[in-house]
């Protein structure tokens, strides 16, 4: 007789299944939403806007900028390969801009020189203008007699103090890269080769688009182009790092992917001999487009890394029929409704279980495991309707063939455990043993976590970076100091003071260099005291006496020294104008809740422990050390992981409780503990270390060791059915979860790990559950 849930329960699940499609298919009306930026996996500075606003600074390079340096073949001509790059690179349509020969406005340029002769005076000339400047005087006196020293924009009539040389040569850049002027680009040289610098900009963010792969496209034929005029190329970019990572994670995905339904493919063709069972894979087809469907509605968007892991989704989602089928080895009359009604509380709990352990992700600060569980949870209630409501229905009046031989062999292994446990000197020894090896493998574990390991770099993009570094003498670090002052003049004060305290570290060697506001403008109270104090000076014509002596007129200096005074102070928004200021450009963040803000960058360091000295120069000065950051936040993480896993264990407890009573309860959590404290062993033993995601690994762990163990507790329609059931849904879900543990991604790899020794050891003690003799009794157990 069929009952009317066996009517409306399929019905139900393709109109809401239909629903979820449609969603998916309007969320995809401008391309499917994926990203692949990893700054999207790490939690965010915080509700602090200036500081958002300075990370974004410092990020929207990484993410939009190219650079290439290019040398050409010995005896041609130096810039014609870059030149030549740089119209292939507009012609593309990839860039928003790209800029490889300078125009420098000369008369612009110097007009801002003149304007900001005091403004933009480095520190140093500053004081010694102010505390000794006869010593100044002769300096610039040696200079004038030397014409090869004393060349500048602005002629020496028109600045005959020499101030905005001094100004001029503030401005240029540090390291090897210098201006050509006959080619008008900027060049570098080591090694005896020229190399030539190209910058470009995406069109917008790299990592959100399907830029990155059309970009990569591009630089293999540019490659091939400047290769055959024997030039030489290197690039470095966010854009690469991003079709780098999306062309792995897609491979990787499709790697995993096909692995794992090619083996479950031939269990369910071994274990189940009819070709309707390949049907098992809708729930997981299902569970996948239903997990991203979630994803995409919840965070607006779906990461690469979680596109991978949810392949793995793959061999869990398929354990629901799995276990339903998997009945058909002890019930030699096995039809599909029947079956389902049998086994429902079972799947029922597990899904519980499951989902337990995969919300718990979701409490963490890290939106990578985050999306994770939304991604999974959503992936197990989607696969868990469509066996529960859907499966059955194509499987009336169908009846799989169970393989005798993997009967037997369940058979035989629960047997072999009978003898064992009937021996029990053997077995309190066999404990013992097993607890001394399993104490010596947790001492083993080693405790790591670091942002590198959501990375797999591929060695030529990090070899060409660090080339360019080298050549450049550009090396950017993500740590930066964030400066905050009442007002704009006390902010170039202060920053001046951590100028002052990293320049100890630059003669150390602990820093290659910096960029600071206050090494392009100084406070306006400062610019107008010094014009005062020049303007002062003009009365006592002996300091000045080493440029009368080379017959400057006296009386052209002191119409330059009382001019001082008139100077207008040049604000930091006025220095910043020009293509002269570039350098500096991105480090004024503005005036924001009353405060002027800005930043201090870093190249090259060396020594990152020496940059929380450094913080205390000033007061309101910040080190933002972003990766520091979020390795410790890995650390404290950890605790919370454990506490999360706790968590889980006294949710799973509560709901064992509820539906089995207590002594299935201890049972049945007996497995999971057991399969935790053997996986990290084999961790240890395996020299793998303990990280933030193997721990979340262990947590899944959690759920499907408690799955196994209620099947075997429960033992519908026999012991040796049930372990057939465990055994088809293990060899699934090792096969996707192995398959990810050889992920090129380090923490993807050590999740993958952690979980398939975690889901082997569920296997090897989930048949050591034992019903309890009233429960084994009881029908439901036995038949």
Known sequence: MRLPTERWLPRLFKLGFLLILCIGAWQCRDGWPVSANLMDLVPQAGTDATRQLAEARIQEPLSRQLIALVA???????????????????DSGLFSTVQMELAVDLAALRAQLVAGRLAMLPAADRRQLETDPASYAQRRARELSDPFSSSGLVPADQDWLGLTRRAEQALHPGGAVQYDIRTGTLQAEQAGKRWVLVRAETQGNAFDSNAPQRIAAQLEQDRRVLDADGAELLVAGGPLYAAAGRAQAVAESSSIGTGATIGIVLVLLLALRRARALLAFVPVA??????????????????????????????????????????SYGMANWQAWPALRRVLPGLTISLAASLVGYIALAFTPFPALTQTAVFSAAGLLGAYACTVCQLPAWMKNWRPRPWQPLLRFAQAALNARERVASRRGVLWLGGLALAAVTVGGVSRLGIQDDLRQWLSLPAPLVQQARQIGE?????????????????????????????????????????????????????????????????????????????????????????????????????????????????????????????????????????????????????????????????????????????????????????????????????????????????????????????????????????????????????????????????????????????????????????????????????????????????????????
Not at 72 to 88: E, I, K, N, T, V
Not at 286 to 309: E, Y
């Open 72 to 90: 050409a073949r010995p005896g041609s001509d130096s810039a014609a390969p870059a030149r030549r790059l740089a119209q292939r690179w507009t």
């Open 471 to 783: 050549i450049t003498g550009f090396v950017p670090t993500s740590q930066f100091f964030l400066v905050r002052a009442p007002d704009t003049d006390e902010l170039l004060r202060r920053q001046a003071r951590v100028s002052q305290a990293l320049d100890g570290l630059v003669e150390r060697g602990d820093l290659a260099s910096y960029s600071a506001l206050s090494q392009l403008v100084s406070p306006a109270a400062d610019q107008k005291a010094l014009g005062r104090h020049l303007a002062a000076s003009a009365g006592r014509p002996e300091v000045w006496k080493p440029l009368t002596d080379l017959g400057i007129p006296y009386e052209a200096l002191r119409r330059e020294l009382q001019a001082m005074d008139k100077l207008a102070p040049l604000s930091i928004d006025e220095a910043l104008q020009g293509q002269q200021a570039e350098r500096w450009r991105p480090l004024w963040l503005g005036t924001h809740g009353g405060e002027a803000a800005g930043m201090v960058t870093l190249l090259g360091l060396r020594n990152a422990s020496a940059l929380d000295a450094v913080a205390q120069a000033a007061p309101g000065v910040t080190l933002v050390d972003r990766s520091g950051e979020l390795n410790r936040m890995f650390a404290a993480t950890r605790i919370e992981a454990a506490e999360l896993k706790l968590l889980s264990y006294v949710a799973a407890a509560v709901l064992l409780l509820l539906t089995l009573g207590r002594a299935a309860t201890w049972r049945i959590l007996a497995v999971p503990l057991a399969a935790t404290a053997c996986s990290l062993a084999a961790l240890g033993y395996l020299g793998q270390p303990l990280t933030l995601f193997s721990l979340f690994g262990l947590l899944l762990v959690s759920a499907i060791g408690v799955d196994y163990a209620i099947f075997m507790y429960e033992r519908v329609a026999g012991a040796p059915a049930s372990l057939v059931g465990i055994l088809l849904s293990a060899a699934t879900t090792l096969l996707s979860f192995g398959l990810l543990g050889l992920s090129h991604t380090p923490a993807l790899a050590n999740f993958g790990l952690a979980v398939a020794l975690g889901v082997a050891f569920s296997l090897l003690w989930a048949p050591w559950i034992r019903a309890p003799q009233a429960a084994a009794q009881h029908p439901s157990f036995n038949n």
């Open 286 to 327: 299902v569970g996948l487009v239903t997990g991203a469907v979630a994803c995409v509605a919840v965070f607006g968007s779906i990461h690469l890394l979680t596109l991978v892991i949810g392949t793995s989704l793959i061999g869990v989602a398929v354990d629901f029929p799995m276990h339903w089928l998997g009945k």
